[in-house]
């Protein structure tokens, strides 16, 4: 075994060694990152600033905050009550009304926030005392709530793409256009999947309600405040009017003037809000830097171009290695979010994914779902704890019982996008002209 498989062996072994004993995920990286640069590459210890300074020396990562700070104060203020109020006035009517409204939802919300927690906990939060007033199954109800807030991530703006993007130095704008298909597609699946489970089961949920034509024409009324924002920010980005950047300070003044219009808006919320925003932030960043740290070191040491070489040269195909990926993801998933596999991992996928000919833009979509999908599974699905901690009188198992059914409308959207690339690419070509 050569000197560098060793290397890279112990970097690992002492990676995994940091992460079981409780040190929180940047600190490992960062430390193993720094015990390769000075002791296996022999490269001077003020290369941690240069490489760390070129990671986050990014333009497009100053939209991060902004579209952070925007969902946590439509988050905060509790605003989403109306939207899911004048959504229940359309979807109330289908056989699980509630739970399709929820779903809905959830989409719109998502294209405000783009965080999966921040989604649980706001629906969680409004949603599921109604719910349960009405008479649903607890687990169909919070397993949905739970399930909806996968869309966050995949529906523009997202938090991840975003991230992923600014990293991997790929255009925000497109990757952004190309999770806005696959997130309408899973949303109606996901509505589709819930009407069949009440179909199967009535007594998941109660009988539909009726509205007249005026209440839902008054509710139609009330959603145009969240209207204007989704429209104006993606507009302005899909558009060409503005960078993603300026986007997202249009999003968090228009989340701004929204929450001051419902008067919900308090000094102590948005103080809290921008509290959130800086940990958020900070967190994110500087794992990205920590990884790009330890990628330096990996490269110095040309252990990822002989990992790349050693896969491309089995000719596995691109399929054969894209189902080995969401095999490593189902397993890394159990123990990280979503976040810290894609920093873990890239370093070594990109390569590979880039070598075989996959579009880096199509896979920035896939590996979204990939990841995000198991947020609610356990043992260790953020989502899944964030909705018990929001509705702590029902148990963990009845939240996941009520989640896992979930889990088929999102690999088969999965499929239909491996099928079908250019469901992900069409829209981005669009809009460059291609």
Request: aromatic content about 12%.
């Amino acid at each position: 075994m050569s000197g560098d498989i060793i290397f890279a062996i112990g970097l690992i072994i002492g990676l995994l060694f940091l992460l079981l004993i409780g040190l929180e995920i940047a600190w490992s990286v960062g430390v193993i990152a720094l015990v390769g640069l000075v002791f296996f590459v022999n490269q001077p210890i003020d290369q941690i600033a240069y490489t760390m300074w070129d990671s986050l020396n990014s333009f497009a990562l100053t939209a991060m905050p902004l579209f952070i700070l925007m969902g946590s104060i439509l988050g905060n203020t509790g605003v989403n009550e109306k939207l899911f109020s004048a959504i229940n006035k359309w979807t109330g009517h289908l056989p699980g009304g509630l739970v399709i409204s929820v779903i809905s939802g959830n989409a719109v919300f998502a294209a405000m926030s783009g965080s999966a927690m921040a989604a649980t906990a706001t629906f969680g939060k409004i949603a599921y005392p109604a719910m349960a007033k009405r008479g649903y199954a607890p687990s169909f109800a919070l397993g949905s709530i739970a399930a909806g807030s996968v869309l966050a991530p995949l529906i523009p703006p997202s938090i991840l793409l975003i991230l992923y993007g600014a990293w991997q130095g790929i255009s925000i704008v497109d990757l952004l256009a190309a999770g806005l298909v696959p997130g309408i597609m899973l949303t109606v699946l996901l509505i589709l999947t819930a009407m069949i489970m009440v179909k199967i089961n009535p007594k998941l949920a109660p009988p539909p309600v009726k509205y007249t034509w005026a209440e839902r024409g008054k509710a139609l009324i009330e959603s145009l405040p969240f209207v204007v924002v989704i429209f104006g920010v993606l507009g302005a980005i899909f558009g060409g009017l503005m960078t993603p950047t300026e986007a997202g300070g249009l999003g968090a003044l228009l989340s701004i003037l929204l929450t001051l219009y419902y008067r919900r808006l308090t000094f102590k919320i948005l103080q809290q809000s921008l509290l959130e925003t800086v940990r958020v932030t900070s967190f994110s960043l500087f794992i990205m830097a920590m990884a790009t740290l330890i990628s330096h070191v990996f490269n110095s040491a040309g252990i990822i171009p002989m990992l790349k070489d050693y896969v491309l040269a089995m000719e596995l195909g691109k399929y054969t290695i894209l189902f080995g990926f969401f095999v490593m993801y189902l397993v890394m998933g159990m123990f990280f979010d979503s976040w810290s596999m894609l920093f873990l991992t890239f370093p070594f996928v990109m390569p590979i994914i880039t070598g075989v000919g996959i579009n880096p833009i199509w896979w920035g979509v896939i590996y979204v779902m990939a990841a995000e999908q198991r947020t609610i599974t356990p043992p260790f699905g953020l989502v899944l704890f964030v909705m018990k901690s929001v509705v702590p009188e029902h148990s963990m198992s009845t939240v996941v019982k009520g989640a896992l059914p979930y889990l088929i409308p999102i690999y088969i959207n999965i499929l239909l996008l491996i099928i079908f690339p250019e469901l992900v690419l069409w829209l981005p070509r669009l809009l460059s002209g291609d």
